[in-house]
C-alpha cells in the first residue's frame, strides 16, 4: 500500500481481540451475608460454626436472596390473624443488624400517610418469601434519616413489578440526596458521627460548622477498633459455598 | 446465646452449654459422708496438672483422670451410682427435661446501694446536698441498733446462684452440647453445674431417661442431633397456619 505521501506505509498489525472472559468475571463477585461475620469477642469459635451449620441448613431450604440497605423487598410471613394466613409487605430496607441467627433487617414504607416500619427475622420460619424487587444500593449503610426526610422517599407502590435486572452486573448505586422535612429531626444528622452522605443539607453554613465541633478524627486512627475480617471472611465464605452447593 | 423456633411460631432465647471433659472422680458413701444420700464428686474442663500441690491430686490420680478445673458434689440414690473414671457426656440429658444450673455470676466488685440491691437513691436536684445515690436512714430510733442483714453497699457478684426450670430443648451428641433455655448465670466460657430440676412441677418430667448414665461405648447409637417434639427443625420448610 502506498500513503498520500508516497512513501510505502507501515505494516499495521490489526488491533488484538480483548477476550472479556465472563466465566471469571461471574465468580470474582462474592457476596457473603453479614451475619455470617462472627463480631469480635471471647465466645468460643464452635458456637458460632454450630450457628453457621444452622443458617446453611435453613438457606438450602428457603432461599434468601443477596440485598443490601437500599434495596426495595417484598416478605410475605405467616400470620394467623390474617385473611389468608399470610401478610405480604413491600418495603425498602433501611437497616441490617444482628449476627448469627438473631440477624434481622427493617423495612420502610408509607402506607396511607402513615410511615410504617416492620423489623423482620431472616431466619424466622414464620417468614414464607423474600422477593427483590429493585436493587440499588444507596450511599449509606444506614437509612434510618428517611424518617426525617419528606414522605415521598419512602413511599413505594404495594404491588409493585419486579424491575427486570441482568445478572452478573456491578449493583448500582443510587447517589441519591434526600430533602428532609424542617428541623427538629428524631437524630442530629449533620452530626458526623453518623457519617450520611445521601442527605441534601439545607441548613446555614454556620450550622454545618458548629457540628464538625463533635468530629472525633482520632478514632480512624485507633487501632484497638480495628477488626480485619478479610481473612475470616474468606474462610467462612469457602465454607459456606461449598456446603450451599451439596 | 442463640434463638430457637418453636412450630407455632414462637421465639425463645437458649444458652449453649458444652459438656467438655466430664468425668466421675470419687463415690463417697452414706455413712462417710454424714448425709441422707451418697454422693459421687464430678470433675469438669480439663487443665494443667502442674500448679496444684501433690496432696490436691490424690483424688484424680485414684480414678486416673488428667486435672479438672471444677470439681462438683451430686447427691445420688444408691442404684445411680457410677465407677470413678466413666466420662459423662451430653447424652446424659435428654430434650424436654428441665434442668437447673448453678454457676459464679459476673463480678462486679464494690458497688453502691443503688445497683447492689435496687434503692431509689435520692432527687438529681431540688437542693440535694451531696446526696444522690446514698442508701438514706439504714434503721429506726425504736431499735437503737442496725439489724443484721442490713443492705449496704459492697461486694457484688461472684457468688453461686442456681437459675431454676430451665427446659432442655436440643442436644448435640457430636460436640456434646446442651441447648437450654433462657439465660445462666456466669460470664461467656465459664464453669456451671448442671442438674436435674428440684422443682415439684417438674418432678414427673423424665420420660426414660438414660439411667444411671449414657455410656459412650455401649450399644446405643444416637443420632447428632436430639431435639424436643415442639422445635422447629430447618430441614422441614417454613411455617403455614391452617
Known amino acids: ?47 458460632f460454626y454450630i450457628e453457621r451449620k444452622d443458617m446453611i441448613q435453613r438457606r438450602k ?7 443490601y440497605v437500599g434495596h426495595i423487598l417484598a416478605v410475605t410471613t405467616a400470620d394467623p390473624y390474617a385473611n389468608e394466613k399470610t401478610n405480604r409487605f413491600v418495603g425498602i430496607c433501611i437497616q441490617r443488624g444482628g449476627k448469627g441467627l438473631g440477624a434481622t433487617f427493617v423495612l420502610r414504607n408509607v402506607i396511607e400517610d402513615q410511615g410504617v416500619e416492620i423489623c423482620y427475622e431472616l431466619y424466622s420460619p414464620r417468614i414464607q418469601a423474600i422477593e427483590v424487587l429493585k436493587l440499588e444500593k444507596r ?34 448505586v443510587n447517589k441519591l440526596q434526600v430533602r428532609m422535612k424542617p428541623k427538629p429531626w428524631s437524630k442530629r444528622w449533620e452530626r458526623p458521627k453518623y457519617n450520611v452522605k445521601g442527605i441534601k443539607f439545607e441548613l446555614p ?3 454545618m460548622k458548629e457540628a464538625q465541633k463533635w468530629s472525633r478524627p482520632w478514632l480512624e486512627f485507633d487501632m484497638l477498633r480495628e477488626y480485619d ?16 452447593k451439596k | 446465646m442463640m434463638p430457637i423456633w418453636t412450630k407455632s411460631g414462637k421465639k425463645h432465647a437458649v444458652t449453649l452449654l458444652k459438656v467438655q471433659d466430664c468425668h466421675v472422680l470419687k463415690y463417697i458413701s452414706k455413712e462417710e459422708s454424714g448425709g441422707k444420700t451418697s454422693k459421687l464428686l464430678v470433675g469438669g474442663k480439663n487443665v494443667s496438672p502442674f500448679s496444684k500441690s501433690e496432696s490436691a491430686m490424690e483424688i484424680f490420680k485414684e480414678a486416673g483422670v488428667p486435672r479438672k478445673q471444677k470439681v462438683s458434689i451430686f447427691n445420688v440414690t444408691d442404684d445411680a451410682i457410677i465407677k470413678p473414671g466413666t466420662p459423662l457426656y451430653a447424652a446424659h440429658f435428654r430434650p424436654g427435661q428441665f434442668v437447673d444450673v448453678t454457676g459464679k455470676t459476673i463480678g462486679k466488685g464494690f458497688q453502691g446501694v443503688m445497683k447492689r440491691w435496687g434503692f431509689k437513691g435520692q432527687p438529681a436536684s431540688h437542693g440535694q446536698t451531696k446526696t444522690h445515690r446514698r442508701p438514706g436512714a439504714i434503721s429506726t430510733n425504736k431499735a437503737a441498733k442496725v439489724y443484721r ?38 460470664h461467656t466460657n465459664c464453669l456451671v453445674k448442671v442438674k436435674d430440676s428440684k422443682l415439684p412441677t417438674y418432678k414427673d418430667c423424665n420420660k426414660n431417661p438414660p439411667f444411671p448414665t449414657f455410656f459412650a461405648d455401649g450399644d446405643e447409637k444416637l443420632p447428632e442431633d436430639l431435639y424436643d417434639d415442639e422445635i422447629f427443625q430447618f430441614t422441614d420448610p417454613s411455617l403455614t397456619y391452617a
Open chain 1, 1 to 47: 500500500r502506498i500513503n498520500s505521501d508516497g512513501k510505502p506505509a507501515k505494516f499495521q498489525p490489526p488491533p488484538k481481540p480483548v477476550i472479556i472472559d465472563k466465566q471469571k468475571q461471574r465468580e470474582e463477585r462474592r457476596f457473603l451475608s453479614p451475619e455470617f461475620i462472627p463480631p469480635r469477642g471471647r465466645t468460643d469459635p464452635l458456637k
Open chain 1, 61 to 67: 431450604v428457603f432461599n434468601i436472596p443477596e440485598f
Open chain 1, 139 to 172: 450511599l449509606d449503610d444506614n437509612l434510618m434519616y428517611l424518617r426525617d426526610a419528606l414522605p415521598e422517599y419512602s413511599t413505594f407502590d404495594m404491588n409493585m413489578k419486579p424491575v427486570s435486572r441482568l445478572e452478573h452486573e456491578e449493583i448500582p
Open chain 1, 205 to 207: 453554613e454556620k450550622k
Open chain 1, 229 to 244: 475480617t478479610s481473612k475470616i471472611e474468606e474462610k467462612i465464605w469457602k465454607e459456606v459455598s461449598e456446603e450451599l
Open chain 2, 149 to 186: 442483714g442490713k443492705k449496704m453497699p459492697g461486694k457484688m457478684g461472684n457468688i453461686y446462684r442456681t437459675s431454676f426450670g430451665l427446659k432442655v430443648w436440643r442436644i448435640n451428641t457430636k460436640h456434646d452440647i446442651i441447648y437450654v433455655n433462657g439465660s445462666v448465670p456466669g
